[in-house]
């Protein structure tokens, strides 16, 4: 398949990007999908795509706004999914709905040719620069350095909320600060990916490795690998069959997903689970 | 006696609009047991939640140590262990009974610091007594939800907290591991003096160290004082409002 000899020098940068997006979406992915919090992951997303077409029409760096309004998202929703008692579904929907009212609009509003904006719905990692890579890669060594740095911390609070803060873990704290890391690396990752693909690389991945282990540990290495091999398969098939690229790593991650769940181990056992409780 | 460990003044604890602990004021001390009883609804979890600052405090206040409980002040937290009544573990979680035990360490040793060999035998030690020493790798949610309670009482001793908070802990463990716990944490109180919440409904199996009951009803203290005063079966029935069948039987021990 892959030897290195083979691959031509235009795919040297698209596969460095996709190897950092893979480790860096799936890692706040395990966080996503551990807390159930996936549709906020997926607003914040959405908030994220909002900021850059905003950057677009006004004429400033697209990743500025995609940060400013992924980081607005997560202090708007935060502290309503940080409560625990309520699902925040509700008011994520709420937000969610409104960026992409002001999505639709911003991309009324932007004068002349669209395809810019249009650019960020399916992102470009063909022609991802150097800066963008540079950005990714410091994002993703911040996150890794997060996840080594507080492992126990971050698995208390996933673990449940109140375990952390009864044993005296600033459980808020860890909390906001996966929710920033969550809008960070979506920020850095939507010029790259896009806004649609983003999903499918925060979600499926670690979605996947849930499926398959009762280890924090093996679930946060699994879905790395799994983010990686969804971004590094999907351009090797758009690259062998000159299919759309954002799309092949869409399917990759999903086909990933459905085998994790076929060959899940935990699949007949939630369901005596609901027996029991 | 010294000054208190833990002060209450004037506390109204609300949980959406609606109040549950409604003006309570007491204070707890060193080595000093505590039995909180009520009726279901009473407000005892609550009382507790406040000690940890978890809930809403409307007015009034908890002190503990003399500082001011609140939701984003966690070292205070690592003094106080809590046993809480339920935990709903989603079963899928990766994480196994020996880390989630593991977790009473975390805040102990502070923030990006990774556990010492200290801590993992102090765990294996406690998992050992409580008799769930084998079930160390399994899933904390595949094992039964007995052995996830010794597991979260586990991870409260574990803490080695100079305040305990226990919310019904025994309430799902049978006879043999009631007893086990009980004379864990009576020994708790010998070693370390520690000052102790206990919530419970088992009238029969109360902590023999107990020093102090308080009886709550709808949301205050109804009553306050050393065992030998207050469990008698009129007061009981009058707590729990119910017909005689309830306390009857169940205090011939004592
Ligand atoms: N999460 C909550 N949301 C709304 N109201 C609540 C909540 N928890 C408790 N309450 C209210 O507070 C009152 C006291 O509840 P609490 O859990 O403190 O009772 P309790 O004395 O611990 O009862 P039990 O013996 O059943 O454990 C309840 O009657 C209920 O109305
Ligand atoms: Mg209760």
């Known amino acids: 398949m892959f030897s290195f000899l083979e691959i031509p020098g235009y795919l040297i940068k698209p596969l460095t990007a996709g190897f950092l997006t893979g480790i860096s979406c799936s890692l706040v992915g395990v966080f996503i999908v551990t807390t159930h919090l996936s549709f906020l992951g997926i607003c914040i997303a959405h908030s994220a795509f909002t900021g850059a077409l905003l950057g677009i029409w006004l004429n400033f760096n697209p990743t500025l706004g995609a940060l400013i309004f992924s980081l607005i998202a997560s202090a708007i929703v935060g502290p309503l999914a940080d409560r625990g008692e309520l699902s925040p579904d509700t008011s994520t929907g709420i937000v969610f709905s409104t960026m992409l009212g002001l999505a639709f609009l911003i991309i009324g509003l932007i004068p002349g040719s669209k395809s810019s904006a249009m650019n960020l719905f399916w992102g470009n990692i063909l022609t991802v620069s150097y800066t963008d890579i540079l950005l990714l890669a410091i994002v993703t060594i911040f996150l890794i350095g997060i996840f080594t740095f507080l492992y126990k911390e971050i698995q208390a609070v996933l673990c449940h909320r109140n375990i952390a803060i ?89 086909i990933i997903f459905i085998l994790c769940s076929i060959f899940s181990p935990k699949k007949d056992k939630k369901f005596k689970d609901q027996n029991n409780d | 006696m010294d000054s208190p460990i833990i002060e209450i003044k004037d506390l109204v604890t609300t949980y959406y609009g609606n109040t549950v602990i409604k003006g309570l004021s007491t204070n707890f001390y060193h080595n000093q047991f505590t039995v909180i009883l009520g009726p279901n609804g009473s407000g005892k979890t609550t009382l507790l939640k ?68 200290n801590d993992r035998e102090l765990v294996t030690q406690i998992l050992e007594r409580l008799g769930i020493a084998h079930l160390r790798e399994k899933p904390i949610g595949k094992v039964s939800g007995g052995e996830r309670q010794k597991a979260s009482i586990a991870r409260a001793l574990v803490q080695e907290a100079p305040i305990i908070l226990m919310d019904e802990p025994t309430a799902s463990l049978d006879p043999n591991a009631q007893l086990e716990i009980l004379s864990i944490i009576n020994n708790l109180k010998e070693l370390h003096k520690n000052t102790t919440i206990y919530v419970t409904h088992e009238l029969a199996e109360l902590p023999e160290k107990c020093d102090r009951i308080i009886m709550l009803k709808d949301g205050n203290i109804w009553r306050d004082g050393n065992p030998e005063e207050l469990l008698n079966e009129d007061l009981l029935l009058e707590l729990y409002g119910g017909s005689d069948f309830c306390c009857r039987d169940r205090l011939k021990h004592h």
């Open chain 1, 166 to 254: 009864a044993v005296g873990i600033p459980s808020a704290l860890i909390f906001y600060l996966m929710l920033i890391a969550t809008g960070v690396s979506i920020a850095v990752s939507l010029q790259t990916v896009g806004g649609l693909l983003i999903y499918s690389l925060l979600l499926n991945p670690s979605a996947s490795a849930y499926q398959l282990t009762y280890k924090f540990k093996t679930m946060i290495l699994l879905s790395i690998s799994f983010g990686v091999m969804s971004c590094w398969g999907g351009i090797w098939v758009s690259y062998k069959f000159n299919l759309p690229t954002g799309a092949c790593i869409i399917l990759t991650s999903s």
């Open chain 2, 50 to 117: 406040s000690i940890l600052g978890l809930c809403n405090i409307a007015s009034g206040e908890v002190k503990v140590f003399g500082e001011k409980v609140h939701k984003w002040k966690y070292k205070i937290r690592r003094r106080i262990a809590y046993v809480s009544q339920v935990e709903n573990i989603d079963p899928r979680l990766p994480i196994t009974i020996e880390e989630s035990v593991l977790l009473g360490r975390a805040g102990v040793r502070g923030l990006g610091k990774p556990y010492t060999k």
